[in-house]
């Protein structure tokens, strides 16, 4: 978003013209603070350091999750998003992503094995209160960087260790060390419960390669409690995806919820 541009009359068109099997939207705490609005919850993602390791903020204004069979759809929904918005918001940033191995991760690990599902899936992802906000969500999304080369230096075991998972057979190892992925992002270990609506999608470009992550939450809280355990802020272990991967972007934003066929903007005032 361009500072002193007003964002009221683009965000006006991309709510009446926004169709809903185009993808998700999120709003940025950038776009509710330019229209002196306050989104119960929101707030701009956190930069954070552990051991030897940190997670880095790029917080947005605007964040769309696009959908389409090929690139082609891909483009023409953004130029038709980047004409509704118009002159106060400029595209910063966008990155193609695939489905891999039967969604699996890069790595070759299976991605998403927790997920909660059917009534589960919404109570950890739909916000069920406040006026304006019920039916909504927020999403917290970070793009990690691998280093495919040294991941693939290490014995089966050793990434075994890393993960806490066999990749062979995707079963759980019980004995993994306390720095194993799975420990670390075990959602069910937090007080309250920290269950998140995940999903990974590979991207790659000539020199690049990782994974865009997205959590969907009924509140950034239940994300926040678990990066934090990731990069070693409560016991200083670190989570031990760190040592061949690393993120490179973060945000939150706010999905807001749907009235008939559209976007429900009322919380920004619009």
Request: contains cysteine; proline residues 5%; hydrophobic residues 40%.
């Amino acid at each position: 978003m361009i500072p002193y541009a007003d964002p009221r009359s683009g965000l006006k068109r991309l709510r009446d013209g926004f169709a809903l099997d185009w993808g998700v939207l999120g709003i940025g705490e950038p776009v509710a603070r330019a229209l002196r609005q306050e989104v119960k919850g929101l707030r701009v993602f956190p930069g954070l350091a552990g051991p030897a390791c940190s997670v880095p903020s790029t917080q947005q204004g605007l964040w769309c999750f696009l959908r389409g069979q090929n690139r082609g759809i891909l483009f023409d929904l953004t130029e038709r998003i980047r004409s509704l918005l118009g002159e106060a918001f400029v595209l910063d940033d966008a990155m193609d992503t695939f489905f891999y191995a039967d969604g699996r991760d890069l790595s070759g690990y299976e991605d998403g094995t927790e997920n909660p599902c059917d009534g589960a899936a919404h109570d950890a992802a739909v916000v069920r209160a406040e006026d304006g906000l019920m039916g909504s969500s927020f999403v917290a999304v970070q793009r990690w960087e691998h280093d495919l080369e040294r991941f693939r230096s290490y014995s089966s075991d050793q990434r075994d260790a890393i993960m806490g998972r066999r990749a062979e057979t995707n079963v759980e190892i019980e004995d993994a060390p306390a720095s194993a992925h799975v420990k670390r992002s075990a959602q069910e270990s937090y007080v309250p419960p920290a269950f998140m609506v995940r999903r990974s999608m590979p991207w790659q470009t000539a020199h690049q390669q990782g994974l865009e992550f997205i959590a969907y939450v009924e509140s950034l809280d239940r994300f926040e409690r678990v990066l934090r355990r990731m990069i070693g802020a409560d016991d200083g272990i670190v989570d031990g995806l760190f040592t061949f991967s690393r993120p490179v972007t973060g945000g939150y934003y706010w999905c807001p919820p749907i009235s008939g066929t559209r976007l429900n903007f009322s919380s920004l005032g619009i």
